[in-house]
């Protein structure tokens, strides 16, 4: 036998069992790390796979905005890493939460400022997931990697809305009050009318019946009690605050209140005059009474609206129809009465102050017949005192209104929130002709009741169309840009005080004493209301009381679609700082959302010769990519930089486009 050949086969077989047992122990050390390392953590550690969509980088001097997409791998993402890399080498991560994105779909994400972590010029970009498995939170391996090529603040794939967007609710305040009931509607809140001040616990359980249905924060009544002096007994006819008997005008002669007869029936009546005292304190005592009572029994009321709609201009103190020795005979008893003079108020020198000119002017002579004495005694231009008259007067109503309501309520309920139809502030550097087609911007500011302005946006052009200038002639594309131009307006002579403006229902032909609703049935109505949202609405009043079922669906989907873009829970700020030119066939209103621009933009379109509003959209890339958009109207073009059209997926207008910038991106300009 060859023993030295055996003795090599022993020796093989021995190295093959050490080498056995060698992998064993060291399989069973692997084996120990690993099962420790991922212990608990599922197939999805290895399956979710996710890339960077390379079209969409967009990486400027201050954002890096990218769209990641999930390819099809179980597992339930919840976040995600992001490491920026650049040209230095330096690193920094990123975290993105709430990235709960699902299979096949695509979501943005937005890197924000980071040049304040010490990066230059981005070269890479590098995501991980973030994923929940058995209870606990894994971080997983980079999925992809995008190196920067250089040419990435050219163009950008855009979703909307942003991811990490928190959304809000907007809310819209209808007038009839069985609107959210009747039409299952779940943003339109019907006021509750408190048509009588009886507090009768029936009563008070009705009101906290109708606020408890209402959403937090939005329990809404409008108090028609001392608001009113109407005939009709559907309306609560009572005395109105206004109007209180011992609050008439006084003959400086006898003491007693100045009276005329009734051409029609022959009686002996008082006339109403623009002291309110009595009926202030009156009220006053009424209003708190039933707030105690409110108070008391928990009732939750967060906005009051009030629709007082009484005046003291020119048009509203008397009723002018009357025979013109009654209105003559009520212009000289405010004027003879001892408080018009007095030195407790002085109304005459607050006149004066205001631009009332000359001083001995009469009230009958140049507030009533204004127009017959413009140039006055003494060769004065007269003409605007009906002017300065009408905007004293509209101070006066809004401090009465203010002590007799707002300052009662607020006692009990600190935090409520209050306006006054039609009352509302203005500045001269940006006054326009009122419906009237009366300067009444010239003097004054204006007034508020209680917390917000408020104006009615029902898109009559009234006797302004008669002043025979072009963009204000009775065509519905003159009325939208007159209603947007009034939001303006009021904002820019306020911006700290809210506005709450009322919009009528879509098929409403308008009031026969206010004019003809010129936006009746066009898209036109819906694009007034975005642009008023633009401006900073808060909220929108609904008048709906001539409307339907569908005009309320319709009103619901319009506030959807203003949430859908500017509605998150983000700093916002509206981007007008002018009106906007009277001439122009084309309005754009924005408001800055986070870390982007939204806007409206609405050209005159003639839908009759089968124009559209695409007909205007000149350049705008392939929808969503970010790059310049341009319109034009006629020979004019609207260019907004780096930026991209939105189209929302049931849009409710097809008379405007939403264009979306980034923050840093340049104002929209104009070419001619």
């Keep these: 036998m060859n023993k030295r050949g055996l003795s090599q086969v022993v020796a093989m077989i021995l190295i093959i069992l050490i080498v056995i047992v060698a992998v064993s122990i060291i399989w069973a050390v692997v084996r120990l790390t690993i099962e420790s390392g991922v212990e608990g953590v599922g197939i999805e550690y290895i399956t979710i796979n996710m890339e960077i969509i390379g079209q969409s980088v967009f990486i400027n001097d201050t954002n890096v905005l990218f769209k990641v997409k999930r390819n099809p791998g179980k597992g339930d993402v919840i976040g995600l890493k992001v490491v920026l890399e650049d040209v230095n080498e330096k690193k920094e991560l990123f975290d993105i939460l709430d990235f709960d994105i699902e299979e096949l779909e695509t979501m943005s994400v937005m890197i924000s400022n980071y040049r304040d972590e010490g990066l230059i ?37 855009l979703s ?67 608001m009113y002096h109407h005939p009709d007994p559907n309306w609560d006819s009572h005395i109105a605050m206004h109007a209180h008997p011992d609050d008439g005008c006084i003959d400086p002669d006898t003491g007693e209140f100045v009276n005329y007869t009734d051409p029609y029936t022959g009686e002996s009546k008082q006339y109403v005059c623009i002291w309110w005292d009595n009926g202030t304190r009156l009220a006053i005592e009424k209003f708190g009474t039933l707030f105690t009572k409110l108070e008391d029994e928990e009732v939750e009321i967060d906005v009051v609206l009030l629709d007082s709609e009484t005046w003291l201009d020119r048009w509203g103190a008397i009723n002018n129809s009357l025979p013109d020795d009654i209105v003559n005979g009520f212009w000289q008893a405010v004027e003879n009465d001892p408080r018009f003079a007095g030195a407790e108020e002085n109304i005459s020198q607050q006149l004066i102050d205001m631009g009332y000119v000359p001083p001995w002017a009469r009230l009958n002579d140049t507030v009533w017949k204004y127009k017959d004495n413009a140039i006055c005694e003494g060769g004065y231009n007269c003409y605007d005192n009906y002017l300065v008259w009408g905007s004293l007067m509209l101070e006066r109503i809004a401090a009465y209104r203010t002590r007799a309501i707002f300052d009662v309520i607020r006692q009990y309920y600190p935090d409520i929130t209050m306006s006054d139809y039609d009352i509302f502030y203005w500045n001269s550097s940006f006054a326009f002709p009122g419906p009237r087609g009366h300067k009444t911007m010239k003097y004054g500011s204006g007034a508020v009741t209680g917390t917000h302005q408020s104006w009615q946006f029902y898109a009559h052009l009234g006797n302004i169309a008669n002043t025979g200038l072009g963009y204000f002639q009775n065509i519905p594309y003159n009325s939208f840009r007159y209603e947007v131009n009034k939001m303006r307006a009021m904002y820019l002579a306020r911006p700290d005080i809210p506005i709450q403006p009322w919009v009528g229902t879509r098929s409403w032909p308008g009031n026969p004493n206010m004019g003809i ?121 609207i260019i907004f930089p780096n930026a991209t059209i939105y189209i929302p997926e049931n849009f409710v207008s097809q008379q405007g486009h939403w264009v979306i910038q980034l923050g840093n991106a340049g104002e929209p300009y104009v070419v001619q």
């Design 517 to 637: 609703h010129l936006l009746q049935n066009t898209d036109l109505h819906q694009e007034m209301i975005i642009h008023l949202g633009l401006i900073g609405a808060d909220p929108v009043l609904y008048f709906n009381a001539f409307g339907n079922e569908a005009d309320d669906l319709l009103h619901s989907n319009i506030l959807k679609e203003i949430d859908l873009m500017i509605g998150y829970d983000v700093e916002k700020q509206t981007l007008i700082t002018n009106l906007t030119d009277w001439t122009n066939d084309f309005v754009y209103t924005g408001m800055r959302v986070g870390e982007f621009k939204v806007w409206r933009f609405t050209p005159e379109v003639n839908i009759t010769l089968g124009e559209t509003v695409n007909d205007t959209l000149i350049s705008s890339g392939n929808v969503n990519e970010l790059e310049e958009v341009i319109f034009q109207v006629d020979t004019t073009q």
């Design 160 to 226: 909307w809305p942003p991811q990490g967007f928190q959304t809000t609710k907007s809310y819209s305040y209808a007038w009839r009050n069985d609107t959210i009931y009747k039409n299952n509607i779940d943003n339109i809140v019907g006021v509750y009318h408190i048509g009588s001040f009886n507090t009768a616990p029936w009563h008070i359980n009705r009101i906290k019946a109708a606020t408890d249905a209402m959403p937090a924060g939005h329990k809404v009544v409008l108090p028609r009690e001392f």
């Design 121 to 157: 010029d981005i070269s890479e970009i590098s995501i991980a997931p973030v994923f929940s498995s058995n209870g606990r939170e894994v971080v997983g391996n980079i999925v992809d990697v995008y190196v920067v090529r250089g040419l990435e603040g050219d163009e950008v794939q």
